[in-house]
């Protein structure tokens, strides 16, 4: 009885964390201070890390000082400014090497990538961004020069459209919430670009971001659902909006990208029967 207690208590996936008694504000925020870095980030000043964080800057000073003694940031005290150290970098790479699904999904996303000489894609969701967690290029020069750890906003992308889209309505709320919670006066707006994939995912089965999230760039993604109970995943083709419009991306690159995503979701689910 009280394992299937301790069971139900993790089970409301949808409810905000943040409102629960267990939660540990002081932890969520030190973590806050670890995402400000972004794959350009070296170095940032402590009043950077105050304004991406939205946090006093006593209390980034509290959580900058204990996680440098912690080892998760190196300090420069002649400027002021915080690295990320290596010991966060192990963190991350261990996630990464376990994680199957990339391992997995790879094979597939290389004949993507090659059929539509583009860079393809895989991604979850993290807060109110997308993380990369798998990233393969194609021999076209002209491609995106990201690559697996890339963190991208969620609201403006495809690969965050096509999770949204994908995810039940229970999570919708959530990610509406934090959304709008994160940037009150750019939630309209956002909630149009969500609310309008929504529809196109609805007649097409991908959605489209088109220079959204920065200039000439565009993408198309689909939602994977694994169907084991965790957050949908994204897939998705991008590069340089000049190539990708038109008959070519909506013709002939959204069938593949859609065929490609049921086929990993087969293989990945292939693969946990055979576990």
Do not use: K
């Amino acid at each position: 009885m009280g394992r299937q207690r301790h069971s139900q208590s993790h089970l409301q996936a949808d409810a905000d964390p943040a409102t629960d008694r267990r939660f540990v504000t002081a932890l969520a925020r030190g973590l806050s201070v670890l995402r400000c870095f972004g794959p350009s980030d070296r170095w940032l000043a402590h009043q950077e890390l105050a304004r991406r964080t939205g946090l006093p800057q006593a209390t980034v000073s509290r959580l900058t000082f204990t996680l440098t003694g912690l080892g998760y940031l190196r300090h420069r005290p002649a400027s002021g400014e915080y690295a990320l150290s290596p010991a966060v970098l192990a963190l991350g790479f261990s996630v990464l090497s376990n994680f199957q699904v990339g391992r997995i999904a790879r094979p597939f996303m290389e004949t993507l990538a090659e059929h539509t000489q583009a860079a393809i894609s895989l991604g979850v969701r993290h807060d109110t961004s997308v993380v990369y967690v798998a990233h393969c290029r194609s021999t076209a020069r002209l491609i995106l020069g990201l690559d697996v750890g890339t963190r991208l906003p969620f609201a403006e992308t495809a690969m965050g459209r096509a999770i949204w889209c994908a995810a039940t309505e229970g999570m919708q709320s959530l990610m509406a919430r934090r959304l709008q919670a994160e940037s009150p006066e750019r939630w309209p707006e956002r909630e149009a670009g969500l609310r309008r994939a929504q529809a196109e995912c609805a007649q097409r089965g991908y959605a489209v971001s088109a220079s959204e999230w920065e200039a000439e760039i565009a993408a198309i993604g689909v939602g994977l659902d694994l169907g084991d109970g965790r957050e949908p995943m994204s897939l998705t083709v991008g590069g340089p909006a000049s190539r990708l419009h038109g008959a070519l991306l909506h013709e002939d690159f959204a069938p593949a990208l859609v065929r490609t995503g049921r086929e990993i979701v087969a293989a990945i689910q292939a693969a946990a029967w055979e576990d």
